[in-house]
């Protein structure tokens, strides 16, 4: 059974970085058949997609472009776990951040508990 | 990006009535498409992928339709626990996009 943990602060000072963790149990960072994805779920905003990270005989990462220069997601494989960095954080940002592992069928089939991020000084 | 929307936004219904939410994708997305159910203060569960898979464990009142750009999630006879928002969600290509969701209340 996967379970995804996830880990991080819940309040972030504007134009500082957020980071948050991923940690998998019962699957691979490394698998060849799942990707890993950040998505934040805000009233503004929705549920917005992020970006992902997979192995597939090489890392691959794909990013919103909403997000794109300021986010970075990598996979840790000596812990089996999962980051999300995004840079130059603003109110905006605010909202509960997901981790998600995605099928190759493909759909998010497994989520972590979300964790509430507010961006304020 | 592909824009995903949903109707209705909201909807009340009865327990024992048949509901049905209908997500629009902006250009074709053959069947790859996916059902969420959110709670209160919990992550989205897969419900419904590839536009009409049912997710093991979930009740079989659930079901999915469609291919192309229109589909249909229909609960053949709400019970009180279906009280959620729904989201319908495309993985034909990345950005993966949500429906802004269809909050379901029971009359």
């Known amino acids: 059974q996967v379970q995804l943990q996830q880990s991080g602060p819940g309040l972030v000072k504007p134009s500082q970085t957020l980071s948050l963790t991923c940690a998998i149990s019962g699957d691979s960072v490394s698998s060849n058949s799942a990707a890993w994805n950040w998505i934040r779920q805000s009233p503004s905003r929705g549920l917005e997609w992020l970006g992902r990270t997979y192995y597939r005989s090489k890392w691959y990462n794909d990013y919103a472009e909403s997000v794109k220069s300021r986010i970075s997601i990598n996979p840790d494989t000596s812990k089996n776990q999962f980051s999300l960095q995004l840079n130059s954080v603003t109110p905006e940002d605010t909202a509960v951040y997901y981790c998600a592992r995605e099928t190759t069928v493909p759909y998010f089939q497994h989520w972590g508990q979300g964790t509430l991020v507010t961006v304020s000084s | 990006d592909i824009q995903m929307t949903q109707s209705p936004s909201s909807l009340s219904a009865s327990v024992g009535d048949r509901v049905t939410i209908t997500c629009r994708a902006s250009?074709?997305?053959?069947?790859?498409l996916n059902w969420y159910q959110q709670k209160p203060g919990k992550a989205p569960k897969v419900l419904i992928y590839?536009?009409?898979s049912l997710q093991s464990g979930v009740p079989s009142r659930f079901s999915g339709s469609g291919s192309g750009t229109e589909f249909t999630l229909t609960i053949s006879s709400l019970q009180p626990e279906d009280l959620a928002t729904y989201y319908c969600q495309q993985s034909y290509r990345t950005p993966r996009t949500f429906g802004q969701g269809t909050k379901l209340e029971i009359k």
């Open positions: 590839a536009a009409s």
């Open positions: 250009q074709s997305i053959s069947s790859y």
